[in-house]
């Protein structure tokens, strides 16, 4: 005889799946795919009750930034190095980023392709690299005439523990020309700024 779930009594039913090895405090949340695992409440965040602040900007400065070939990964750079470990993240002139204190933030790359040379299309892609590994999916552009400047963005949330580390790196690819990457572009109007090849905006996300 079959018995439906809802008439077990309550002393006889069993745990959640994980529940014997979850760490206390950790809470059951839904994973989206039809699983559910347990979490430390801390790194969930209501969305409708929370505040940013910036904790480290920065823009490069270099009027192109180029790999030295096709599928040859370039370090991205947002200008001079800034921050200290006592700040909650250090840019280096690199363009790394390190995590001095855990926490979510939100990371905002702005990036302007571009290239030269009247070759064939050239395939130009960008992606964030956390610890070594690509985060996220990789932002693209074509460019097929010189002289055309694309800007795009890429947004990171980023749950980041002590000593992570967050870079950007850009590629030609293969299947096009072997020319573009980033350009900056000089702005003739009276009072305003030039426009950089790349630039960074961090903002740290927390409960309100």
């Not at 002590?162 to 000089?186: C, H, K, M, P, V």
């Amino acid at each position: 005889m079959s018995v439906e779930h809802k008439d077990i009594v309550d002393s006889e039913r069993h745990e959640p799946k994980g529940a014997s090895t979850a760490t206390t405090g950790y809470i059951l949340k839904a994973n989206g795919n039809g699983s559910t695992s347990f979490v430390d409440p801390d790194s969930i965040i209501d969305v409708g009750n929370v505040t940013t602040t910036t904790v480290l900007a920065g823009f490069s400065t270099v009027s192109s930034q180029e790999p030295l070939g096709q599928d040859i990964e370039l370090d991205i750079e947002f200008g001079n190095a800034s921050g200290s470990p006592a700040s909650p993240v250090q840019l280096s002139n690199t363009g790394e980023l390190t995590f001095n204190q855990a926490g979510s933030y939100q990371v905002r790359v702005i990036l302007q392709y571009g290239r030269t040379g009247s070759q064939s299309q050239a395939d130009l892609h960008a992606r964030a690299v956390l610890n070594g590994v690509q985060f996220g999916n990789s932002v693209s552009a074509s460019v097929d005439t010189a002289g055309i400047l694309i800007a795009s963005s890429i947004t990171s949330t980023v749950n980041a523990s002590i000593g992570d580390t967050l870079s950007y790196q850009l590629i030609r690819d293969s299947s096009g020309a072997n020319q573009g990457g980033l350009f900056s572009s000089t702005v003739t109007a009276a009072g305003w700024n030039f426009s950089p090849s790349a630039s960074i905006i961090i903002e740290r996300i927390e409960a309100a």
